[in-house]
């Protein structure tokens, strides 16, 4: 099977990036493994879809996720017909062009249309991907599973809001990840309420959600596939991550460290309630960020922090993607 995965570009990619991980598994059951970055397609008037990619196969002195990294970065590109791949896993962060490379997203997602209409196997749904790009896609999920948010641009409506929900509100951009320009407002900081506004909307769109006190505690990040929770032994693909103190964001890249999770019957309600619309989505690997009953932000370009629920569990779900996906490859060529 050849798997190709598109990422932002290949000298930014990290040995703890879960797109790392699901590679080299992918490669220990001898698969080819190909790199694409948002600058690598190319497409001719012979409606051919190609790319400029980096290419490596299964080898002995590939181990880690170390050694693979460093393989594909020494690997020269070459110009592949992406209709000899039978899987184009689209893992890059949209949030990340938006500065420096504000077409790099929209385009990779244009081009995964094309390998669609081509056959190829394209995950997630690029066409679903391209109405998901901001956090405004959680609206359309049931609205006991959501919580209170408006989203605007204007400081009035910031400040209702935040008379509304007992001046304590969380403030974030509307296309952001990684826990970037996320601010807790509450009466101790009103004062700052219209500078925060204004500093976040000179970058578009601002979400201003309610405060959940459980959020004191952590997140979840709660991994669907396909619709289902990935389970191995009773155990989740699941962490809970917990922020360091006098912090109120649960991203590893802003300091939260990682925790075993408990799964209880209130979690697997909350995610059945989203399941259905994922798979109508073409949504096939997405990662849950859930707080108390509701779901703050749904992850569908490249949620983390798979390998770490691996290790806390001891459970191989790095395999159980790679086997489900091999099947998926197999009833298609049937």
Same mark, same amino acid.
């Given at each position: 099977? +050849?798997i190709a995965?598109?990422?932002?570009?290949t000298?930014?990619?990290?040995?703890?990036?879960?797109?790392t991980?699901?590679?080299l598994?992918?490669?220990?059951r001898?698969?080819?493994?190909?790199?694409?970055?948002?600058?690598?397609?190319y497409?001719?008037?012979?409606?051919?879809?190609?790319? =400029?990619?980096?290419?490596v196969?299964? =080898?002995?002195?590939?181990?880690?996720?170390?050694?693979? %990294?460093?393989?594909?970065?020494?690997?020269e590109k070459?110009?592949?017909?992406l +209709?000899? %791949?039978d899987?184009l896993?689209?893992?890059?962060?949209?949030?990340?062009?938006?500065?420096?490379?504000?077409?790099a997203?929209?385009?990779?997602?244009?081009?995964?249309?094309l390998?669609q209409?081509?056959?190829?196997?394209?995950?997630?749904n690029p066409?679903?991907?391209?109405?998901a790009?901001?956090?405004?896609?959680?609206?359309?999920?049931?609205?006991?599973? @959501?919580?209170?948010?408006?989203?605007? @641009?204007?400081?009035?409506?910031?400040?209702?809001?935040f008379?509304?929900?007992?001046?304590? %509100?969380?403030?974030?951009?509307?296309?952001?990840?990684?826990?970037?320009?996320?601010f807790?407002?509450?009466?101790?900081?009103?004062?700052?309420?219209?500078?925060?506004?204004?500093? %976040?909307?000179r970058?578009?769109?601002?979400?201003?959600?309610?405060?959940?006190p459980?959020?004191?505690k952590?997140?979840l990040?709660f991994?669907?596939?396909?619709?289902?929770?990935?389970?191995?032994?009773g155990?989740?693909?699941a962490?809970?991550?917990?922020?360091?103190?006098?912090?109120?964001?649960?991203?590893?890249?802003?300091?939260?460290?990682?925790?075993?999770?408990?799964?209880?019957?209130?979690t697997?309600?909350?995610? +059945?309630?989203?399941?259905d619309?994922?798979? +109508?989505?073409?949504?096939?690997?997405?990662?849950?960020?859930i707080?108390?009953?509701?779901i703050?932000?749904?992850?569908?370009?490249?949620?983390?922090?798979?390998?770490?629920?691996?290790?806390?569990t001891?459970?191989d779900f790095?395999?159980?993607?790679?086997k489900?996906?091999?099947?998926k490859?197999?009833d298609?060529?049937?």
């Amino acid at each position: 099977m +050849k798997i190709a995965f598109v990422i932002n570009q290949t000298h930014k990619e990290e040995a703890y990036y879960t797109t790392t991980s699901l590679a080299l598994k992918a490669l220990e059951r001898g698969h080819e493994v190909f790199y694409i970055g948002l600058a690598d397609f190319y497409y001719d008037p012979e409606v051919v879809v190609g790319a =400029h990619a980096r290419q490596v196969s299964p =080898h002995e002195s590939i181990q880690t996720e170390s050694d693979f %990294i460093h393989v594909v970065r020494e690997t020269e590109k070459s110009l592949v017909n992406l +209709k000899q %791949i039978d899987v184009l896993w689209l893992r890059f962060d949209a949030a990340d062009e938006m500065i420096s490379r504000p077409w790099a997203a929209a385009a990779g997602l244009q081009f995964a249309e094309l390998a669609q209409q081509q056959g190829v196997f394209v995950i997630n749904n690029p066409e679903a991907l391209t109405r998901a790009s901001n956090k405004l896609y959680l609206e359309n999920f049931d609205e006991s599973i @959501r919580p209170k948010t408006i989203v605007t @641009r204007n400081y009035a409506d910031v400040q209702n809001f935040f008379d509304k929900n007992e001046e304590k %509100i969380i403030l974030k951009p509307l296309k952001g990840s990684g826990g970037k320009n996320v601010f807790l407002i509450n009466k101790e900081s009103a004062q700052n309420l219209k500078q925060t506004v204004e500093a %976040i909307a000179r970058d578009g769109y601002i979400i201003a959600q309610e405060y959940l006190p459980e959020a004191s505690k952590g997140d979840l990040r709660f991994f669907l596939l396909d619709g289902k929770p990935i389970e191995i032994n009773g155990q989740y693909a699941a962490v809970r991550r917990v922020q360091p103190e006098n912090e109120i964001r649960s991203n590893v890249h802003q300091g939260a460290t990682m925790h075993a999770a408990e799964i209880d019957e209130n979690t697997l309600k909350v995610v +059945k309630l989203v399941a259905d619309q994922l798979v +109508k989505d073409g949504m096939y690997l997405v990662g849950l960020d859930i707080v108390g009953s509701k779901i703050m932000e749904i992850n569908v370009f490249s949620p983390g922090a798979l390998q770490q629920a691996s290790e806390l569990t001891g459970q191989d779900f790095i395999s159980v993607i790679i086997k489900d996906i091999e099947h998926k490859i197999h009833d298609r060529k049937k």
